[in-house]
């Protein structure tokens, strides 16, 4: 009897899954982290395979904690961290290099390179993205010239993925049969695929240097892929999407308008445009939020922030400011404000909405009063910062007034921070009582691929709010503080 559905939600800086019931409760979860290699300043690394590891080992570590057999998952769902790319030999399974996280830096010549007299946005008509580092065709480029493979993976003797792809690969047989796809979500973040069309197009995979037959099957991302081997034998694959399109799933921000901002290692804010892919003429992307099936896909417009809760770990790991990314509030809550420091954490240049992959990161404003407790809340405000600027190029972009934000991720415990988010946006921020909504996204992929849910309105219907956090700062001080976050921004531009 299958009572439950399983989420392997694979991120920047760990590897967890999740079981929840038909309610969309947490009946058990087990995450362990695995390794950040940064080979050179800018450069971030991941093992492929001590990926694979940490997801066998945390499927055994759920299932063993919830005291069940995998034949009682009705499915499982793979949500991942986007872009990151991997690269490997289909006939040993095994990576020929590390894979290239979405945060490194080093495709940035190659990028102004392709750009060329058209600049940044040389492919967004067709992709909706800027030709960006972030990205993941320029990465698979870097790495077929950096090891002369350009010639196996034209023979097809290479494979091609984002996260997704690399997992489902291994979970459904690997070398003896393993499904070779990606979800509609993860190609749109590729530089690759054209938005319209939802397929590769061969002449900007040409125009960028990544073969074709490496690529992926590109699939919808509620459907199922095949069927799991090893500890998940006989379960189905059934279900994959992005983690930033996953968590708009799990907030079940389904109707057009409707927008989630998740504070992770990086911060994400999706808003739901339907059926419509909105250009974007103020910095952001225009992205594929998902596709149901045979349905018609969802588009979204993204604003993308490359640190956020990183921001607390440098703290910590760098600075040993802090002994645990927990303290960061309490440190923060010791001074009343920031006492005018302002830190602009452009550690792999900045996302949206400026995309200037050059730009470094600066601490302002400091003088001899300034304290570890002012870099502390310095460090939190630069995401509600950012978050701001986002909201504003949304605005611009689509004309909708945001009424109220839902929030998820591991920051949204941070209770100084959420209250700081609302005064600067001038709206509600509310958070679900399911606060990790990024694998419960790919568990309702999966659910409803295998029909376990019956449709997208029971899950809206299984929607709670746990804590809302409303707005009590006055119109002039908000604007006072963004013009001074906006000088702070132009001090790393201009050291750039």
Not at 142 to 166: K, M, N, Q
Request: aromatic letters at 8%; hydrophobic letters at 45%; a negative charge.
């Amino acid at each position: 009897m299958t009572r439950y559905v399983g989420a392997l939600d694979q991120g920047t800086t760990s590897t967890r899954f999740m079981i929840f019931d038909a309610a969309g409760q947490v009946v058990a979860s087990d995450q362990r982290e695995h390794r950040q290699i940064f080979p050179r300043p800018g450069w971030v690394e991941h093992d492929p395979l001590e990926i694979v590891e940490r997801a066998w080992q945390v499927i055994d570590g759920a299932l063993g904690a919830a005291g069940i057999d995998a034949r009682e998952l009705a499915g499982v769902g793979i949500t991942n961290q986007r872009e990151t790319s991997v690269v490997w030999d289909r006939a040993t399974g095994r990576p020929v290099a590390n894979a290239i996280v979405w945060q490194d830096t080093r495709t940035d010549e190659l990028c102004r390179n392709l750009g060329g007299r058209d600049g940044a946005d040389r492919f967004r008509p067709v992709t909706g993205l800027p030709l960006a580092t972030y990205f993941s065709g320029p990465k698979v480029r870097w790495i077929l010239d950096e090891l002369d493979l350009r010639g196996r993976a034209e023979r097809g003797e290479l494979a091609f993925g984002t996260v997704d792809s690399w997992l489902t690969w291994n979970l459904t047989g690997g070398v003896d049969g393993g499904r070779h796809v990606t979800d509609v979500t993860n190609a749109s973040r590729t530089l690759l695929m054209d938005l319209a069309t939802l397929s590769w197009d061969a002449d900007l995979a040409a125009e960028i240097g990544v073969p074709t037959p490496m690529l992926p099957e590109i699939r919808p991302s509620v459907e199922v892929y095949g069927t799991g081997v090893g500890a998940l034998s006989g379960v189905p694959i059934a279900g994959i999407l992005g983690d930033q399109q996953a968590a708009l799933f799990g907030q079940t921000c389904f109707e057009p308008g409707e927008a989630k901002n998740t504070y992770g290692t990086g911060c994400f804010m999706l808003l739901n445009t339907g059926t419509e892919a909105v250009p974007s003429a103020s910095g952001l992307l225009t992205t594929v939020a998902y596709r149901i099936g045979s349905q018609p896909p969802v588009y979204a417009l993204e604003g993308s922030i490359a640190i956020a809760g990183a921001l607390v770990q440098w703290l910590r790991d760098n600075l040993g400011l802090i002994a645990s990314s927990a303290e960061v509030e309490t440190l923060a809550a010791e001074v009343e404000d920031n006492g005018d420091v302002y830190f602009v954490p452009a550690f792999s240049g900045l996302f949206a909405p400026h995309w200037r992959s050059d730009a470094r990161g600066v601490i302002v404003g400091l003088t001899r009063f300034a304290t570890k407790g002012h870099i502390a809340r310095a460090a939190l405000e630069a995401t509600a910062f950012q978050t701001r600027e986002v909201l504003d190029a949304m605005h611009a972009d689509s004309g909708v007034a945001l009424t109220g934000l839902k929030v998820d991720g591991g920051m949204v415990q941070n209770e100084l921070l959420m209250q700081f988010q609302a005064d600067l946006l001038g709206v509600p921020v509310i958070r679900p009582r399911v606060a990790e909504t990024t694998a419960l996204g790919a568990a309702y992929a999966a659910g409803l691929a295998v029909g376990y849910w019956d449709g997208v309105d029971v899950l809206r219907a299984q929607w709670r709010e746990d804590r809302r956090w409303v707005p009590a700062m006055d119109d002039d001080e908000r604007a006072r503080l963004m013009s001074r976050w906006a000088q702070a921004v132009e001090r790393t531009l201009g050291w750039a």
